[in-house]
């Protein structure tokens, strides 16, 4: 079993930056690959990012690509989203996510982000 909890979720203005992180429970974490989801109003959840359980590949959804970077520590249990020249459109509830082979298992309860213009 891994908990997951979400921080660092808040308001900011277009082109501003934001750092998400992640902390898991357990001692299994470095055993899994991590993501980052989010779901705007109104909209299905998406895949924003993702990083493999030591780090080493990381992949992310075009929209984010060259402004987003997610990022683990095992040491601390932890994954970050760092996001750059946010985007009103980047707006919405960002979940992390534990990824066992190719399925998420556990998720996160969300953290706000809302990016005004």
């Known amino acids: 079993q891994v908990q997951l909890v979400e921080s660092g979720g808040g308001l900011v203005q277009a082109g501003d930056s934001l750092s998400l992180s992640c902390a898991a429970s357990?001692?299994?974490?470095?055993?899994?690959?991590m993501g980052w989801f989010r779901q705007a109003p109104g909209k299905e959840r998406e895949f924003v990012a993702r990083?493999?359980?030591?780090?080493?590949?990381?992949y992310y959804a075009d929209s984010v690509k060259g402004r987003f970077t997610i990022s683990r520590d095992n040491a601390k249990n932890t994954v970050y989203l760092q996001m750059n020249s946010l985007k009103p459109e980047d707006t919405g509830i960002y979940y992390c996510?534990?990824?066992?082979?190719?399925?998420?298992?556990?998720w996160g309860q969300g953290t706000q982000v809302t990016v005004s213009s």
């Open positions: 996510a534990a990824r066992s082979s190719t399925q998420y298992v556990y």
């Open positions: 357990g001692r299994t974490f470095r055993s899994y690959g």
């Open positions: 990083v493999t359980d030591d780090g080493g590949r990381t």
